[in-house]
Structures are given as C-alpha cells and as structure tokens.
C-alpha cells in the first residue's frame, strides 16, 4: 500500500497542488470519495481545509433534494457549506471531514453535491457469524464517512455447511423474552442496545434495516419449537400449519411494537427468500400475510424479492411502500417487480455478494469490475431507467454462510472495508465519465476510514512501526505485518496469555506450543518450544494466514488450512479454515515467561500488475559530456540549514526558456580540499527535497536535490512533497506523461528530466570545493527510473544507486497494468519506445546499485532481473534486495544504510562494499559466495516463492542458510515447489547483499 500511497500522493499532487492552472478546471479531482456531482476550481491557490473556519446554513435549493449541499472553498482554507436541509448539511461536514484530511492541499472552488439514488447500503449477515454491537458502531461511522445510508442487518440464518456437528448452525441474535432460550448464547444484542443502535444511526440520517429472515433460512426456530418444520427439512418452517404464522407474528410483535418499539425504524425485512418453489402457492400466501402482519404493527415491509421463483396465482400486497432487494433476477426481475408496484433496491448476487472463503461467489468483491460496468440500475444485464420512481438505490451484502470455518470480526471488517469506496461512489454518483479505476483507487486509499476509525488495526508509528499506544497491529488492503519479540521459558506447565487486547489472545499453551485465540477458535503450532533458552519469535500475518518463526526455523503455518464437512447438498467437500489474527499489541500478565523487545511493523503489499511487450526505437541524445553548467538564479526561499534555493536553466519547451528548481547544500570544504557529490532524484511523490540534500552534506557530500516536474517545493521544511506546486517556467509536467508520446520528443517530460538530472551534475561540477570525478547519482521511484536513464545519457557519473527504479517497463511494471487493454496502450508502447531505460543501459559505465524490495509495486523482480542483464558488460553492479521492502520516500530508500556505504566506498575512500561471488543450485541444495573484506556476515538466507504470476503478489519465504565464514560460502536445502529464489546475507552493521533472482522454469 504504501505503493499505493504514492501512487495516489502522485495522482491527486498533479492534479491539486503541482498544477498551475486552477480556474474553470472541472476535471480537477478532489481528495474525496464519493466525488461531487458538480465542481469548479475558481483560483490558482491550494490550501489546507480548516475545520475550525467551516460555517453551515440552511439554504432553500431544491435541485439539491433532500440529502444535497453546497460547498464554498476559500483561499485561505476555510468553508461554507448550506443545503436545504439538516441531513444535506450533514453530508458537508463529511466532505469536509475528507478534505481537511487529505495529504494534499485543495484548491479555491464551488461543489454542488448530491446523490443520484436514495438507497446506498451494505447487507451484512450476524446470524451466522456474531459481530459484537460496537463493531458495528464502528462499522456504521465508517458507512457515513462515505455518504452511505442503509445498514442492513440479517438477524438469523443456518449455516450453510455442518461444520459444527451433524444438525449444522443456525442462531437468532435478539435478546428475546418471547421464547425464552431462543437467543444465541454465542452472541447476541439485548432489545436496549439494538434500539440504541437503530436510533443512534437514524440521527446520522443512516436507516437500519432489521431482518428476521423466514419462512427458509429457520433452523433456529425450528430448533426451538419442534413441529414447525414442514416437509422440505430443517430449515423450512411448514407453511400449511397455523402455528407458524402465530409463532413469528409473536416474535416479530415483541420488537414492533409499544410507544418505544426495538425496531425504530419505518423499515423491516421479512426475509422470504429461496424457499422450495413447489409450495409457491402457499409461500405467496405467507409473503403477503407477512407483508400484512408488519403493517398491522405500524412499520413497512421489505423482503428478497422471490415471486418469479413462487411463480403463482395468489396475489401478495403490492404498492411503492413495499421494497424488493433484487438479489437475483431468476428469482424476480426488476422490470416484474416494478411493473407489480414494488419499489426495488439493487443487490445482484453475481455482483455484490461476499462469501468469505467459502469458494463460491466472491471472497473479496472485484470492485475494479463494479466501478467501471456497474451501478444500481444495471442488474445483471437488466438496464432500468436510473429515474424510475421506484428504482431506489443500490447495495452489496457480505453472507456467513460457513459457520464455523474460523471467519472472524476482523476478516469480515476487512472485506467490508475493501467494498465501501467503490459501492459508496457507484450508489452516489453512478456512471462517473472521465475518473479512471487507477485514479479513483488512489483517492480512495487516502480517504480511508472515519475520523477515530480504526477497524483495520493500523499501527501510528512512522514507516508502519507499531506505537507505544497500539492496541493490535492488522493487515489490509496495504498488506501485512510481523511482531518480532524475544522470549525466554521457564515454566510451560499451563497455558500463559502473552498478549491480549481484549478480542484476541497471544498464547503460549501448556505443553509449550505457541499460538493464538480469537472469535472462539485456538490455533497452536505444530512443535513445542524449549525451555530455558532466549528464542527469537516471529509471527507474521496476512489477510490469508499466520506463520510463526522461531530463531528462523519456521514451527507453524495457517495459511492453506481445510476442514473436511457436509455441505447443504449431503456432499462432503473440503472448505478453507480460517485462521487469520490482528496480533495483540497489550502485553498480558505472564508467570513462568520473560518476553521482551517487542517489535511490530507492517509489511506494505502492492497492486496487481499485468503484463505487455514492445519493439522500440530509442532517442538520439546530445553529447552532454561537454554540457556546460547551466545558468543559476537565487529562489526566493530563505537559505536554512546550509541549505539553498536555486533555479537553474533546464532545457527549452516548445521553443521557450525553463528553469529548474532545486535545493543545494555544500558541506565545509578545508582550504585546497575537496569533497564529493551526489545527485539526488525524487520519486513521484513530489518535488525537490531540501532533507535529503541536507542529510547528505551533512555527510560529506556537496548535494543538489532538483524538481523534475515543473514545480517548485513547499515551504515547509521536511513537508516539501505537500507543498509542491508548478511555476510559470515549468517545462511539461509529470510523471510519466504516456499520453504525450506523440509530441516532438524535446518536448516530452522524461527528456526534460533526464536533461535536468545531467544539468544538475553539470551544476555540481563547476562548484568550487567539489570533485568533477566524484559525483554519484540516486534516485526513489520515478527518480530510480531517471537514475537508470541519467546513467546511460551521462557517463561522467561515478556510480549510479536506483532505489525500487529499473528497465523494462513494457514487459512488467504497474504502469504496463494501467495502460493493457485501454485507448492510451499504443501511447504507453511507443513512449516505452523512446524512453525506457533497456535502451541507454548499454551505455552505462557504473557500478550500479540496486535497492529494493521483493514485492515492489511498480517495478516488479523480473524487470529488475532483465535491467541488471542489461547493461553493458563488465559493468559491476551490486544488489540489496530485501524482502517485502515498503516503497516510498522512506529513510530506507534516501539514504539506507548500503548507499552511504556504497558511496563512501567509492567516493570516500570507505571501507571495502560487500558483494555477491555467486549462487546456484544443484542436485536440491543451494549455495552461495559472499565476500565482505571489512565486514563480518552474520546471517545468510535463501528467500524463495512457490508462486507463479504476478510477482508483486508472490508470497516469499526465508530459509536461514549453513554459513562457513572460513569459506565464506553458504548452503541449504532448495524446498520443494519452488518457482524463484535468491540469497541474501547480512553485514554486522545492517546492510543487505544480494544475489541475483533465480526463475525456475
């Protein structure tokens, strides 16, 4: 994810505070989701929304409806928001909410807002797996962050395979003084609570819709009172006797009726789905007395719609009051139900339903798919006019059906947190011309979760560190994380709680299997551990499992777990079992244990990528080893830190003179010294850092950190990648920039950097103090990418370090992903053509240092692999690839620890760099060569996958290798399965030395 951040950093930087030109730009994209129907910048200034400045009025506007609103954004940050009524005003705050939050500044403007349909909701099943009231609490803050305002809760349900014993699950979740011992006693909500509940989301303008589901779907009523079922099994209430209709016209009573009824709302769900279509006669015969029933008790009904399905003559209520969820169209079609009377409510199953891990329907919802083909008027293949009065909206729904297969409260949040975006903006603003997936899926990232949100477990410390604070550290759509902690036992005679938050337990259990508890299912590792002995202990977790390591030897893995049970249709079928966690950060009172050094981070995942090829043909470049220094002005930004502000003369665009702005330190040069250089590109994230170049003359080195992108930096030390934004002599603007590939290529952004980053080498050589042959090049991302460009153009400098950037974008990058099976692809090919770095890297004279990680988001290992291979021969080059390293302007990537060695070694006359003497595998053991002249290696490790296909999501492993130092050779045992492999080592003092990735066909 932090992949992903940066992408969207990029996305809603170039849109808002990089770009110039402000006014009359309706295609100007807001921090915000859902987007506003209507929106106009109206001034070049960006700033930060204050809360604090915001002012709301009621306003008569009737084309804003009763949920719409305006919004007024001022230069200064501040706003004024009206509508015509309390809810509307309400949606504003939360798009102030939004805004005010976002990392980027918002331009001066005017929004009119306000949603296409009534109904924007999710359906969520606690009848077959429990979620606890303050989940949903938490869960419906989240549903009103994005404008939502339907929670549909369903009430009761049997699980859908007998995973729990031969009469399968099945469990009613209200507290019920009606029939005694009808409640679960494995969860429940008592009538004050959900009452509560109901009236807490009402005054948030959020309609909870209620649901006890019959006359299918009762096993625990028929549980409870034998004689109700009816020949179609144990989970169809028999509908020719009477005491069925008494039974649930009690049960539904209790929660209907008085002066303060449970069921607060005008709304309530009878269910009356997926019933034996033999009795369709008598099953239209019990909808329509349900229909009837909660009428009788002042509220109206809403059901499945399923009368195609019961096809038959009995007539059943039908007007506008009456709500259908359309959920599949065999079962009623919309235009049926429309043409009856009923107003309908969009649910395709095809679509929108969530079972998690159960292998059929969706685990997670493909929300790109729904974001670009669907909106509730468009029901599997069914169009229905979006103004039809009884259209009223849409909703996705996430099912339970496998009790019992060790789901928790944290997987079901996860699937319901990866929906909301793309269903809150589809059910909003429906069909949204111009806004791509790519784009929308970055503002959505940074949009996130409500203010004082936290369902996903996200760490506060920096770079995904754990804070002091943090209840549990969990994994999400960002990826996953590890806890690193020692431990050391002296007594594992009872089971001892390590950590704890309350919902999930770190257990070392007696016998000394270590393992986890939550949501009712305990999971243990397969070997006991020692006693007495310090062990290092990892557990590192995902959306998909738990692995748990000991001083590196792996002793328990869930991911991959089934359990064998008989499923609905009498078959026997292996199931995925569940065993995921949110690791307890509180550590809990443990006798006869010492646990210490806890150490929790997340390890950032990265979007999908696919796969394209191309034959190009590259740029003739100017011989640019004579280029002179380039012309300098001073920048009206005061010098801090030893740190300047200066233009310098960039190349021309469409015949017209550019500057480039950049920061300049020098450190103190002793009288007939001199001291070295680098060059310093950022990545897509921003503009000149004046960090980076001061942490690097701080060290020595005479730095120049420059914008490649037409902008000057922000203001604000260390926040210059906020503040960012273009000048009036900005050259074309980035990243990328494939859509300009047709342009003259003196025009094009990537020629306009390169020339920046070798004018800036140009700059640092013409500087007193400074050595012409000793200046380096780095660069993060994009910069990482330029870095490989700027080295093949520019052979003066003295070695080139690429963090996370490499060659072959039009085999394997995410940018590839983008651009396959769109209008731009022949774009993006032929810009591939002129501009990716496989063209210049024969060029190159290096040594080169590769950093990254093994799941980069943008520019994935193979494409890595094929850079190295690339270059010219004899070019030495030295790789530090790390495992799920996060991408980002990170310390890791700017100046970690294997760069400022590297470039000491080279520049300063350091101490020897470490590198690889080889790696290979024979007859089942790999082995390898490491040397390290002035450092001592202190662990070797083979890393390998067993995954084919996309390499960003390919699971790595970690093997600990036999080191001889004597020999300094190492060697393991290859796993069997394995797809790709390398080997790392590690120096005393921290840096990473790599071989070269190994595919295996």
């Given at each position: ?26 295609s ?28 709301y009025?009621?306003r ?36 102030v ?14 929004m009119?807002?306000?949603?296409k ?8 099943d ?29 009430l009761?349900d049997?699980?859908?395979t007998?995973?729990?014993?031969p ?11 009606t ?26 303008g ?15 009523f ?59 006669e ?18 109206e ?11 038959g ?37 095809l ?30 293949g ?33 699937r319901?947190l ?34 004082g ?6 760490v ?31 007594d ?16 070392l ?8 508890a939550?949501d ?37 893995d ?25 690791f307890?950060?509180q550590?809990?009172?443990?006798p ?28 003739v ?10 012309q300098?002005w ?33 450190p ?7 001291v ?7 990545g897509?994230?921003?503009?000149a ?12 080195y ?7 992108c ?33 342009d003259p290529?003196e ?29 380096g ?8 990418y ?14 080139a370090?690429p963090?996370?950037?490499c ?17 731009g ?17 024969c ?10 990680g093994?799941n ?32 980002g ?36 053991v ?19 996958t067993?995954d ?33 492999w390398?080997?790392?080592a ?6 990473c ?9």
């Amino acid at each position: 994810m932090r992949g992903m951040e940066k992408t969207m950093l990029c996305v809603l930087s170039a849109a808002l505070g990089a770009t110039a030109v402000f006014a009359d730009d309706v295609s100007v994209r807001l921090p915000m989701v859902p987007q506003p129907r209507e929106w106009k910048a109206t001034d070049r200034t960006a700033a930060k929304i204050d809360p604090a400045k915001a002012t709301y009025a009621i306003r008569a506007d009737d084309a804003l409806g009763a949920e719409g609103y305006a919004l007024s954004i001022a230069a200064d940050g501040s706003v004024s928001a009206t509508a015509p009524t309390e809810q509307g005003l309400f949606w504003a705050r939360r798009t102030v909410d939004q805004l005010a939050a976002a990392k980027t500044p918002v331009p001066a403007g005017t929004m009119r807002d306000w949603p296409k349909y009534r109904v924007r909701g999710v359906m969520l099943d606690v009848g077959r797996k429990f979620v606890r009231l303050e989940t949903l609490r938490a869960m419906l803050k989240d549903l009103v962050h994005y404008k939502m305002n339907e929670f549909h809760i369903h009430l009761n349900d049997d699980g859908a395979t007998q995973f729990t014993g031969p009469e399968g699950y099945s469990a009613f979740r209200l507290e019920c003084d009606t029939y005694p011992g009808l409640t679960a006693k494995d969860g429940h909500y008592t009538k004050a609570e959900f009452r509560s509940f109901i009236k807490e989301a009402a005054a948030m303008g959020v309609t909870v819709i209620p649901e006890i589901d019959s006359p299918a779907h009762s096993g625990c009523f028929i549980k409870y009172r034998k004689g109700l079922d009816g020949k179609y099994g144990p989970t169809h209430l028999a509908l020719d006797k009477p005491e069925v209709r008494d039974f649930m016209e009690k049960l539904f009573a209790e929660y209907l009726d008085g002066d303060d009824p449970v069921f607060a709302g005008k709304y309530v769900h009878v269910g009356t789905d997926e019933y034996d279509k033999r009795e369709a006669e008598n099953f239209r015969a019990y909808t329509d007395w349900a229909f009837k029933m909660v009428r009788r008790h002042g509220h109206e009904p809403r059901a499945w719609g399923s009368l195609d399905h019961a096809a038959g003559k009995t007539p059943v209520v039908a007007d506008r009051n009456v709500q259908m969820d359309i959920w599949h169209n065999p079962y009623y079609d919309p235009v049926h139900a429309l043409d009856a009377g009923y107003s309908i409510v969009a649910i395709p199953d095809l679509n929108l339903y969530v079972v998690p891990a159960a292998g059929f329907y969706f685990d997670y919802l493909v929300v790109e798919d729904i974001f670009q083909n669907w909106e509730p008027c468009t029901i599997a293949g069914r169009v229905i006019d979006p103004n039809h009065p009884g259209l009223l909206g849409g909703k996705f729904a996430i099912w339970n059906d496998l009790s019992g297969n060790g789901i928790s409260e944290d997987d079901v949040i996860d699937r319901f947190l990866h929906a909301i975006p793309t269903i809150a903006e589809k059910t909003w603003t429906g069909a949204q011309p111009g806004l791509g997936w790519r784009e929308f899926e970055a503002i959505a990232r940074n949009v996130g979760e409500a203010p004082g949100v936290n369902l996903q477990d996200r760490v506060s410390g920096a770079n995904g560190a754990a804070g002091a604070n943090d209840r549990a550290i969990g994994w999400s759509d960002e990826g996953g994380w590890t806890v690193d902690f020692e431990l050391v036992i002296s007594d594992a005679a009872r089971d001892v709680v390590l950590f704890d938050d309350g919902t999930s337990q770190v257990v070392l259990f007696a016998g000394g299997k270590i393992g986890f508890a939550r949501d009712g299912y305990d999971w243990r590792a397969e070997r006991a551990l020692p006693v007495g002995k310090k062990l290092g202990v990892r557990f590192a977790g995902d959306a998909q499992g738990v692995t748990v390591t000991v001083d590196g030897a792996a002793v328990g893995d869930t991911h991959g777990l089934t359990k064998l049970c008989r499923h609905w249709n009498g078959k026997m079928k292996a199931y995925r079992s569940v065993r995921t966690l949110h690791f307890p950060l509180q550590e809990a009172h443990h006798p006869g244990v010492a646990v210490r050094n806890v150490k929790a981070r997340t390890v950032f995942a990265s979007p999908p990528v696919n796969e394209a090829g191309l034959k190009p043909t590259p740029v003739v470049w100017p011989d640019v080893e004579r280029d002179a220094a380039p012309q300098t002005w001073k920048a009206d930004f005061p010098e801090k830190d030893g740190v300047k502000a200066i233009w310098y003369e960039g190349v021309p665009y469409k015949g017209k003179p550019t500057r480039v702005f950049a920061y300049l330190a020098m450190p103190k040069v002793a009288p007939g010294k001199t001291v070295p250089g680098i060059v310093l590109v950022h990545g897509g994230l921003g503009s000149a850092f004046r960090r980076w170049a001061k942490h690097w003359a701080d060290r020595g080195y005479a730095a120049i950190s420059m914008d490649t992108c037409g902008c000057v930096s922000g203001n604000e030390y260390g926040d210059e990648q906020r503040g960012h934004r273009r000048h009036e002599w900005a050259g074309p603007q980035g990243w990328g920039a494939f859509d300009k590939a047709g342009d003259p290529v003196e025009d094009q952004w990537a020629y306009h950097a390169v020339a920046a980053v070798v004018r800036a080498n140009s700059l640092l050589r013409s500087l007193p103090g400074v050595d012409p042959n000793r200046i380096g090049l780095t660069g993060v991302s994009w910069g990482g990418y330029l870095t490989c460009m700027a080295a093949g153009v520019d052979r003066r400098f003295a070695f080139a370090a690429p963090v996370y950037g490499c060659g072959f974008l039009d085999d394997d990058s995410v940018w590839n992903d983008k651009a396959k099976g769109t209008p731009g692809e022949a774009d993006f090919q032929k810009w591939c053509g002129l501009f990716d770095p496989r063209h210049y890297l024969c060029n190159a004279r290096g040594p080169f240092l590769f950093v990254d990680g093994s799941n980069d988001f943008a520019y994935p290992l193979d494409s890595l692999q094929k850079t190295c291979e690339a270059l010219t021969p004899g070019c030495c080059y030295y790789r530090a690839t790390r495992v799920r390293m996060p991408h980002g302007h990170i310390p890791e990537a700017e100046h970690p620890k294997e760069l400022e060695d590297f470039a000491d070694w080279l520049l300063k006359g350091g101490k020897d760099y470490p590198f690889c003497t080889g790696a290979s595998a024979k007859d089942g053991v790999v082995t390898c060569g490491f040397k390290a002249p002035m450092d001592r290696i202190v662990r070797v490790e083979l890393e390998y996958t067993k995954d084919a296909g996309r390499w960003q999501d390919r699971t790595w492993e970690t093997v600990p290798m036999t080191w001889d130092d004597a020999k300094a050779s190492g060697s393991a045992k290859m796993p069997a399965g394995v797809t790709a492999w390398y080997v790392n080592a590690f120096t005393e003092d921290g840096k990473c030395v790599s071989s070269d990735l190994v595919q295996i066909p």
